[in-house]
């Protein structure tokens, strides 16, 4: 099999690649990356010089790139990683994110039916369906649950679900969306909760919480993403949506105060500041579908997980270290200021 994975070079993509070589030693691997601020070649180091594995540089709203692409490799599976992630980015800029996660998405998919595949994968997110109240812990997302997004980032991504369901009813294109909670683990970009607070907390850094810190994010370990990807490539029915989740509900002060205690660094590093615009309250997915059709279960509990992660930043300094140093000072500085003491 020759597999397409694109985004490859940020956190989740990177480490389906991982997985992918590991469990599948016969498939070849072609990672397609435009390496923007959140792709970081470094992360690929250990499967460059492997002969199963391909790295292009290149953009999926490139047509012609695509299209050669395609031409030249005769894929048989597309997963689809490639996206602006970050749900504060989108907010301060969102025409990236319409133009990568929705145009991007569709120029795949033509190239798909063009050169024919056996399954383009579309790797969504639990945003999409909006966010749940803080008093109703019975309620969670299921397959059904409606479309109702709150940022550019999710609003983006719901667009991109619809038009892969309307290239599979109208084109007959195979193939499967997954909707899947927060994820954490290595090579996870310092921009995102866990990561942020964890450099932050390191460097003895003050450590900048939304609000009070009572939204509530559904933490699935990155290693069970992907082994649910890999399931629903092999045995996921066309046309099907499945949630992925491990029902691991921590509300963010929890989280960070979990990281702090493993760390021994003092709570008083918290930071409250102002708040997100339009930040959703609570993500819970209900992941019965998968588990039922496909056998899924995640194994990395939250407790073990964390530790695992922490450890793993420890160990990999000159990853992080690299990244913070560069042009994300600046970033950090353009998207904190103003956040500053204000809750
Ligand atoms: P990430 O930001 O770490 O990585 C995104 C990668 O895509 C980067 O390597 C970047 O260089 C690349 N990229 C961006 N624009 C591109 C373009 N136009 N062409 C080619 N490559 C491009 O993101 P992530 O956290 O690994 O998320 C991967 C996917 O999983 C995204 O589609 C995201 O919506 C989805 N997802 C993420 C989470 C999460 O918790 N991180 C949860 C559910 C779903
Ligand atoms: P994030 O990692 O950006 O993921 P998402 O918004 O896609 O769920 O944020 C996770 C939660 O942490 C979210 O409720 C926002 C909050 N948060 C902070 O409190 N402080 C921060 O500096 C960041 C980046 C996030």
């Known amino acids: 099999m020759n597999v397409l994975v694109t985004g490859g070079a940020g956190f989740i993509g990177s480490n389906f690649i991982f997985h992918i070589l590991d469990q599948h030693p016969n498939y070849r691997v072609v990672c397609l990356d435009a390496l923007t601020y959140a792709g970081n070649l470094s992360t690929l180091e250990s499967v460059m010089d492997n002969s199963k594995f391909r790295f292009v540089k290149g953009d999926i709203t490139d047509r012609e790139l695509i299209d050669q692409l395609?031409?030249?490799?005769?894929?048989?599976?597309?997963v689809n990683f490639a996206a602006e992630s970050h749900v504060d980015r989108s907010i301060e800029d969102p025409g990236v994110f319409l133009k990568t996660n929705i145009l991007g998405t569709q120029v795949l998919m033509d190239a798909s039916r063009t050169y024919g595949i056996k399954r383009f994968h579309q790797v969504s997110t639990d945003e999409v369906y909006g966010d749940l109240p803080l008093?109703?812990?019975?309620?969670?997302?299921?397959?059904?649950?409606?479309?109702?997004?709150?940022?550019?980032?999710?609003?983006?991504?719901?667009?991109?679900?619809?038009?892969?369901?309307?290239?599979?009813?109208?084109?007959?294109?195979?193939?499967?969306i997954s909707r899947c909670s927060n994820n954490y683990g290595p090579y996870h970009f310092p921009e995102k909760l866990i990561p942020l607070m964890i450099s932050r907390a390191l460097n003895d850094e003050s450590l900048p919480v939304y609000g009070k810190g009572e939204n509530v994010r559904d933490w699935l370990y990155v290693g069970d993403h992907c082994t649910a990807i890999d399931l629903i490539l092999h045995k996921g029915k066309e046309g099907e949506v499945y949630n992925i989740g491990g029902h691991n509900e921590k509300s963010n002060l929890e989280v960070v105060k979990t990281i702090l205690r493993e760390l021994g660094k003092p709570e008083s590093l918290i930071t409250y500041v102002k708040d997100r615009v339009g930040h959703d309250m609570r993500y819970a997915i209900n992941p019965t579908k998968t588990r039922r059709e496909l056998g899924w279960e995640p194994t990395t509990l939250f407790d073990d997980g964390i530790k695992q992660t922490i450890k793993w930043y420890l160990d990999n300094r000159t990853w992080w270290e690299?990244?913070?140093?560069?042009?994300?000072?600046?970033?950090?500085?353009?998207?904190?200021?103003?956040?500053?003491?204000?809750?």
Do not use: C, W
């Open 135 to 176: 008093d109703r812990p019975d309620l969670f997302f299921t397959e059904e649950t409606p479309i109702h997004t709150s940022s550019p980032y999710s609003a983006s991504k719901a667009s991109a679900d619809l038009l892969v369901q309307a290239y599979h009813r109208t084109f007959k294109l195979p193939v499967t």
């Open 70 to 78: 395609f031409k030249e490799e005769k894929f048989d599976f597309v």
């Open 322 to 343: 690299n990244i913070i140093s560069g042009d994300y000072k600046d970033y950090y500085k353009k998207m904190y200021e103003d956040r500053q003491g204000d809750e």
